[in-house]
Structure formats: structure tokens, C-alpha cells
């Protein structure tokens, strides 16, 4: 096998390094056990955001210099001397200085500059997502306390928002440095009479995402802060802010959107997101990564186990739209009808 791509090797690295980046990152890398009380004095929002991202850094990291590695070795296989020697003083770059920046990109063979423009890719994905998590669940938290009278617990959760755009501008869109602050406002044509999505509707993935393609600003009219509920394949998981929380994400067919639904188990005991450690073949009769119910019975090592959702099954969720979202179609307070026979 020639190229990192086709190889064996490169292509499980590859494989483990996108779930885990994907999925298993925006699950927050653990699994989410029963219920716990919360430390006395959490850290800031923006510094656990930057120390998951952190963590899943370090993850992929571990996975290039795994990968840098193999493609060593496969150059020393065919005596290939020049390109194992540029592989070479790219592992003891890293292994020095521990990072890949857009600056450290060798001018070497197709493989290793490709192996490098797929790790800065995830690393930049990685950070993106996370923020945009720990962004949304706190723009979330400041509206649920806005809503219940809460000024102040409102304004600290505001005051989290803007230290996370501080850290990461790409959180909030860009203003045009073309446009001239006093400049006139532009005469725009008066928008369509759009009729709101109806709240018994059932839309489909497809259908949502060719809206917002269409003309996002139409399809804000028709969905946006509107309960209906959106249909579409299960992609994954990725664990919320609490035991009972979680996200579901629906796969968008052919493009790399995707549709995020956040939802709360309201079962007995809490939930597992993607847990390794729990045989999910053996205990539900799928395939992991799957979310479980689970109740650990008071005094006992009897668990008692209760699947709920699975990767590739295709499941109906009602929720309130948000609109697009740092790259996606975020829906809230969502919940899930049982599984078409």
C-alpha cells in the first residue's frame, strides 16, 4: 500500500482520530455516569472549555505522532532514504516542541503534507465545536434565567459568553470591515409572507437544510423559534452539561451539515454516551456507540439498563429551532418518539 490514505495502518489512525474528534470530542471525551453534586468553586466557563479542548488536542497529537510513525516505517520498507529523513525531522520537530502549526507543514512527499493537513483540520474543527458548545449551553442557561426573573445569574452567564468570544472570535460573525459605520442602511426589498412551519409538522433533514440553502433568511421566518418535529438519520452522540443531558446529531445526506438535538432523559436513574466500558452489544443488543437508560439499584451491583437510541437508526425529534449555529441546525428541549416498527 503507497499512500497514508490507502494504507492499513493510516487508514485505522485516521478512522479512530475522526470518531473520536467528531463524536467521542463532542461528547466531551468521558462517559456520562450517574448523578453527581458539582464542585463548590467550578472554574470559569471559558477555562473548561479551553481545557477539554486541550484534552482532545492532546489525543489527536498522540495520533499524528502514531501515524508519523507508520509512514516512517513504510518509507523504510522501500528505501525510500530522502523521504524517510523528512519524516524523520518532522518527529523530532514534534517531539520537541509537542504542536503542529500551519508553519511546520513540510514541503516533503504528498503523504506526510496531507497526514499534516488532516490533523490541523481536525484540531481546528475540534476547537470550533467545543466553543460552540460551551457558547450555546450558556447562551441556553441565560435565557432560562431571563425568563425566570434571574437578573443576575443571567448577567454572570452573559458575562461567560463574552469572555468565550474574547478567546474565540469565530463564535459571532465577523462584521464587513467595508462597511463605514455612519454608512446608510441599504434599502432591501420587502421579504416574502412566510407561513410558520405548523407545530404537528414532521420535517424532514433533507427538506430543512434545502431551506436554509435556499435563503436562510426565508427559512428563520418559517422555522426559526418554532416547535415542530425534524425526522432525519442518527449520526451520534455528544454528552450535555448534565447527567440527565445529552445531543443527538442527524446527518444531513451529502453534505457536511448536520442538524444538533439536545435532550434531556427524563427516565429513572441517568445515562451512558458512548461508554467503551459498557458491552452495549451484550447489555441492548446493538452496537455501541449507543445512549442507555441506566438504574443502579440502592445497595446493590444489579444494574438495570434501558436502551434508548443508536447510531444509524432513523428517529423522530420535537423540538424549538434555533436556526444555524456555528455550522449547524440547532434544535432545543428537544424529545424522541419511540422507533418506527
Known amino acids: 500500500m503507497r499512500t497514508f490514505l490507502t494504507g492499513q495502518f493510516f487508514s485505522t489512525i485516521l478512522q479512530l482520530s475522526c470518531l473520536a474528534v467528531v463524536w467521542l470530542m463532542a461528547a466531551g471525551g468521558q462517559a456520562v455516569a450517574a448523578e453527581k ?166 420535517v424532514k433533514v433533507e427538506d430543512l ?19 415542530f418535529t425534524i425526522q432525519g438519520e442518527i449520526t451520534g452522540f455528544y454528552s450535555g452539561s448534565g447527567s440527565r443531558d445529552f445531543g443527538v446529531a442527524l446527518k444531513v445526506p451529502g453534505t457536511a451539515w448536520r442538524i444538533d438535538c439536545l435532550c434531556s432523559y427524563r427516565g429513572e436513574g441517568s445515562i451512558v454516551v458512548n461508554n467503551d466500558s459498557i458491552a452495549a452489544d451484550a447489555v441492548v443488543g446493538k452496537k455501541a456507540p449507543v445512549i442507555i437508560g441506566t438504574t443502579q439499584y440502592s445497595g446493590k451491583t444489579e444494574h438495570k439498563f434501558t436502551f434508548l437510541l443508536w447510531i444509524g437508526e432513523t428517529r423522530d425529534f420535537t423540538g424549538q429551532c434555533q436556526g444555524v449555529i456555528g455550522g449547524r441546525i440547532l434544535f432545543e428541549d428537544c424529545t424522541w418518539a419511540d422507533a418506527k416498527k
Not at 96 to 112: F, Q
Open 209 to 227: 437544510y434545502a431551506d436554509y440553502v435556499k435563503d436562510a433568511n426565508v427559512a428563520n421566518q418559517k422555522y426559526k423559534e418554532r416547535k
Open 37 to 202: 453534586t458539582p464542585p463548590p468553586n467550578p472554574p470559569p466557563i471559558d477555562q473548561q472549555c479551553e481545557t477539554e479542548i486541550a484534552v482532545h488536542h492532546q489525543k489527536l497529537f498522540a495520533d499524528y505522532a502514531k501515524a508519523l510513525s507508520g509512514l516512517a516505517r513504510s518509507f523504510q520498507e522501500k528505501a525510500d532514504l530522502d523521504n524517510l529523513l523528512l519524516v524523520k525531522a518532522e518527529q523530532d520537530r514534534f517531539t520537541k516542541e509537542k504542536t503542529l502549526l500551519e508553519i511546520n507543514v513540510a514541503s516533503g512527499p504528498p503523504d506526510l503534507r496531507q497526514l499534516q493537513a488532516q490533523c490541523l483540520s481536525l484540531l481546528k474543527s475540534t476547537k470550533e465545536h467545543v466553543a460552540c458548545r460551551y457558547y450555546q449551553g450558556a447562551d441556553s442557561l441565560k435565557k432560562k434565567h431571563t425568563r425566570e426573573g434571574d437578573i443576575p445569574k443571567a448577567l454572570a452567564f452573559k458575562a461567560d459568553m463574552d469572555r468565550l468570544v474574547a478567546k474565540y472570535p469565530f463564535l459571532v460573525a465577523t462584521p464587513d470591515p467595508a462597511k463605514k459605520p455612519d454608512q446608510p442602511a441599504k434599502v432591501e426589498p420587502p421579504e416574502p409572507d412566510v407561513k410558520p412551519v405548523a407545530a404537528n409538522a414532521v
